[in-house]
């Protein structure tokens, strides 16, 4: 009974950090996938921004929808931002993943204006 004991602490300590471990990565994991869908809705943004430039009502209309499609929040952004502001270089893997969507976005836009141009009479 002597070794269990001496046995039981050890044991106890490596179940808390294995939670630890596990609470973390889960955690880590929601934060990543809010960035991402984060990064998504603001590259879709930045494309409708260029696209109606010329009309802001419905600039705002398309971006509250690509908003509420991704069931994020104006405040949610800017409460994002503001978490983040004292780190800019926090910034930099979601600016990255933002101009990926961005360029891809783009090539799509681009696809999709070439093959409707090549198949007009």
Known sequence: MIW??????????AIIVVGYWSYHDRRAG????FEQDLALATARIWVASAKHRASP?????????????C?????DVREY??????EPES???YSKL???YVDSLIRIEDSLLKA???SAP
């Open 81 to 86: 931002l503001s978490e983040n502001a004292d």
């Open 57 to 69: 009502e419905t600039f705002l209309q398309v971006r509250d929808s690509i908003l509420a499609e």
């Open 4 to 13: 269990f004991k001496r046995l039981a602490p050890l044991v106890l300590t």
């Open 91 to 93: 910034f930099y893997p």
């Open 116 to 118: 409707a141009k090549d």
């Open 71 to 75: 069931s994020l929040t104006v405040a």
């Open 30 to 33: 929601r934060q990543d996938a």
């Open 98 to 100: 933002v101009q990926r």
